[in-house]
């Protein structure tokens, strides 16, 4: 399995609807409807023949998740070869949640019937049930064997336990618990006992005083080696916290909504470093708010007459994973909902317009060369050396007043990789941008197979990775899900237990601001 889940440090920590925006980056607010502020009906931006190709992409992006289960155990791998006859000998926690919210979303959008899916959702469980675990936790090491259901291998990686891996795991079975109640016995089993307050360190600060930081996870062994570990609780947690509002929030949100940490976690992590910090990508704009004792540093970066709050890399998944379960624009229409739509324009325009590449949507995929590696659009991303679009590293510099000068934007951008998970991640917010995109990806490359598209696209040698990586995948299911069955896996995940987590929310105000038209 790919690692999608990756760490970067910075210095002590890691960077880890309804609103459309127009073609000019203006956020404009659509009315909500449905039963709560996580629902919205059907959406009416989608003609007839929009519906039939997401649900084709649906059908064939399932068909690969189907394929992915291995039939020795009942456990998703990790990725699945173009053919859907070669799995990979490598799994963990974020496949196995993957699996049950694609699951569900194959129900809620016809492509199976309740009962199949339940009896999928019901035979991962039971694989789930036996897997090894950190009993005193509750949670599950980073990577088992799906053919036998073991660890992976005896190395120390294999012991690691991930807060965010997890988290995904856990976002699962909140969705499944509600979408079958009839399984809730064996769902609560797994749920129930992990404790995500093993993650949290309520002291750490990254900038914002006072609101805490979720450590990225430990290992149950001594690992030995560098870096060094802190030995505390019996484990040996990794020194790197996660301190930006990337996918890695995830973990938070969900350790919010079992109880498990207290409200003020909401506001530990970084939304840019203070400007009094130059290890960053350049000097934000912004402003100090205090949000339930946490004084929180409000930046944000300058873009193409945008403001951005920035992630660590600027990739789209750091940006709007979480928001596939989690309304944020709904309940944070200051925050969320104005940042959100910003992220995905900033991708569009640099693909289209400031790299030239004709195609956009960059985010930590299969390297189409071999192995894998991080994309972003480099100017929106807090990390100074950057997630660069292209296989050559072509970065920005816009330079940190008073410390460095910015330097020249640059003349031409290479090879861009185009990861198309980042269109579907788009579909809420640029509809017809998405989709038109992915349509010229299937017409231009051979980027598409029977189970949907694959995992990257290098634009201009025309390199393309075919595999399907099942946290990609699953990216693409739960948009899919969202978009044709009305948020349906946004209603399960927050049924029951959104209160903390959406007053947070809603209390907060973004620096970050739209392109003002002339």
Same mark, same amino acid.
């Given at each position: 399995?790919?690692?999608?889940?990756?760490?970067?440090?910075?210095?002590?920590?890691?960077?880890?609807?309804?609103?459309?925006?127009?073609?000019?980056?203006?956020?404009?607010?659509?009315?909500?409807?449905?039963?709560?502020?996580?629902?919205?009906?059907?959406?009416?931006?989608?003609?007839?023949?929009?519906?039939?190709?997401?649900?084709?992409?649906?059908?064939?992006?399932?068909?690969?998740?189907?394929?992915?289960?291995?039939?020795?155990?009942?456990?998703?791998?990790?990725?699945?070869?173009?053919?859907?006859?070669?799995?990979?000998?490598? =799994?963990? !926690? %974020?496949?196995?949640?993957?699996?049950?919210?694609? &699951?569900? @979303?194959?129900?809620?959008?016809?492509?199976? +019937? #309740?009962?199949?899916?339940?009896?999928?959702?019901?035979?991962?469980?039971?694989?789930?049930?036996?897997?090894?675990?950190?009993?005193?936790?509750?949670?599950?090491?980073?990577?088992?064997?799906?053919?036998?259901?073991?660890?992976?291998?005896?190395?120390?990686?294999?012991?690691?336990?991930?807060?965010?891996?997890?988290?995904?795991?856990?976002?699962?079975?909140?969705?499944?618990?509600?979408?079958?109640?009839?399984?809730?016995?064996?769902?609560?089993?797994?749920?129930?006992?992990?404790?995500?307050?093993?993650?949290?360190?309520?002291?750490?600060?990254?900038?914002?005083?006072?609101?805490?930081?979720?450590?990225?996870?430990?290992?149950?062994?001594?690992?030995?080696? =560098?870096? !060094? %570990?802190?030995?505390?609780?019996?484990?040996?947690? &990794?020194? @790197?916290?996660?301190?930006?509002?990337?996918? +890695? #929030?995830?973990?938070?949100?969900?350790?919010?909504?079992?109880?498990?940490?207290?409200?003020?976690?909401?506001?530990?992590?970084?939304?840019?470093?203070?400007?009094?910090?130059?290890?960053?990508?350049?000097?934000?704009?912004?402003?100090?708010?205090?949000?339930?004792?946490?004084?929180?540093?409000?930046?944000?970066?300058?873009?193409?007459?945008?403001?951005?709050?920035?992630?660590?890399?600027?990739?789209?998944?750091?940006?709007?994973?979480?928001?596939?379960?989690?309304?944020?624009?709904?309940?944070?229409?200051?925050?969320?909902?104005?940042?959100?739509?910003?992220?995905?324009?900033?991708?569009?325009?640099?693909?289209?317009?400031?790299?030239?590449?004709?195609?956009?949507?960059?985010?930590?995929?299969?390297?189409?060369?071999?192995?894998?590696?991080?994309?972003?659009?480099?100017?929106?991303?807090?990390?100074?050396?950057?997630?660069?679009?292209?296989?050559?590293?072509?970065?920005?510099?816009?330079?940190?007043?008073?410390?460095?000068?910015?330097?020249?934007?640059?003349?031409?951008?290479?090879?861009?990789?185009?990861?198309?998970?980042?269109?579907?991640?788009?579909?809420?917010?640029?509809?017809?941008?998405?989709?038109?995109?992915?349509?010229?990806?299937?017409?231009?490359?051979?980027?598409?197979?029977?189970?949907?598209?694959?995992?990257?696209?290098?634009?201009?040698?025309?390199?393309?990775?075919?595999?399907?990586?099942?946290?990609?995948?699953?990216?693409?299911?739960?948009?899919?899900?969202?978009?044709?069955?009305?948020?349906?896996?946004?209603?399960?995940?927050?049924?029951?237990?959104?209160?903390?987590?959406?007053?947070?929310?809603?209390?907060?105000?973004?620096?970050?601001?739209?392109?003002?038209?002339?």
């Amino acid at each position: 399995m790919r690692r999608r889940t990756l760490i970067h440090a910075t210095g002590a920590t890691l960077g880890t609807t309804l609103l459309t925006p127009s073609l000019t980056g203006t956020a404009q607010a659509a009315p909500h409807t449905g039963r709560h502020k996580g629902r919205r009906k059907a959406d009416r931006r989608l003609t007839a023949d929009d519906r039939a190709t997401l649900t084709r992409y649906a059908a064939d992006t399932w068909r690969s998740l189907e394929a992915l289960v291995s039939p020795e155990t009942g456990l998703p791998g990790g990725f699945i070869d173009a053919t859907l006859t070669t799995r990979g000998h490598q =799994t963990g !926690p %974020t496949p196995f949640g993957t699996y049950l919210w694609c &699951a569900t @979303a194959a129900w809620k959008t016809g492509l199976i +019937t #309740r009962s199949a899916a339940q009896s999928k959702v019901e035979r991962t469980l039971a694989a789930l049930s036996r897997l090894e675990y950190h009993a005193p936790s509750g949670m599950f090491h980073r990577w088992y064997d799906p053919y036998t259901g073991g660890l992976k291998d005896t190395t120390v990686a294999s012991r690691f336990l991930s807060s965010v891996d997890n988290a995904w795991t856990a976002t699962g079975l909140m969705v499944v618990e509600n979408a079958f109640p009839e399984l809730n016995t064996s769902i609560r089993a797994l749920l129930d006992r992990m404790d995500f307050s093993w993650f949290y360190v309520p002291g750490a600060t990254a900038g914002n005083a006072g609101g805490g930081l979720m450590r990225g996870g430990f290992y149950d062994v001594d690992p030995g080696g =560098t870096p !060094p %570990t802190v030995l505390e609780r019996g484990v040996y947690y &990794a020194p @790197a916290l996660y301190g930006a509002m990337g996918e +890695t #929030r995830q973990a938070t949100y969900v350790a919010m909504m079992l109880g498990h940490v207290p409200a003020q976690a909401y506001f530990g992590p970084n939304r840019s470093f203070p400007p009094t910090r130059s290890d960053q990508e350049t000097k934000p704009s912004g402003f100090w708010q205090t949000y339930r004792g946490v004084r929180v540093w409000e930046g944000a970066y300058a873009y193409r007459g945008m403001k951005v709050m920035p992630t660590w890399g600027g990739s789209m998944f750091e940006s709007m994973m979480p928001n596939l379960f989690v309304p944020e624009e709904l309940w944070g229409p200051d925050s969320w909902g104005v940042n959100l739509p910003l992220v995905v324009r900033s991708h569009i325009e640099h693909g289209l317009d400031e790299a030239q590449y004709g195609y956009w949507g960059f985010s930590p995929c299969n390297n189409p060369v071999g192995g894998y590696r991080v994309y972003g659009v480099d100017a929106i991303g807090m990390n100074p050396n950057g997630y660069a679009s292209d296989q050559e590293n072509t970065f920005v510099d816009p330079g940190f007043e008073g410390v460095r000068e910015p330097k020249p934007a640059p003349g031409s951008y290479g090879d861009g990789v185009v990861t198309p998970h980042a269109s579907f991640l788009a579909l809420r917010y640029a509809p017809r941008e998405a989709i038109d995109n992915l349509a010229n990806l299937e017409r231009d490359f051979d980027s598409y197979g029977p189970g949907g598209f694959y995992d990257s696209i290098a634009v201009r040698s025309r390199q393309i990775s075919r595999e399907h990586l099942t946290l990609d995948q699953g990216m693409v299911m739960a948009a899919l899900g969202n978009a044709l069955a009305g948020d349906v896996l946004r209603d399960l995940f927050i049924q029951g237990r959104c209160a903390a987590l959406r007053s947070c929310i809603a209390e907060e105000r973004f620096a970050a601001a739209p392109r003002v038209s002339p």
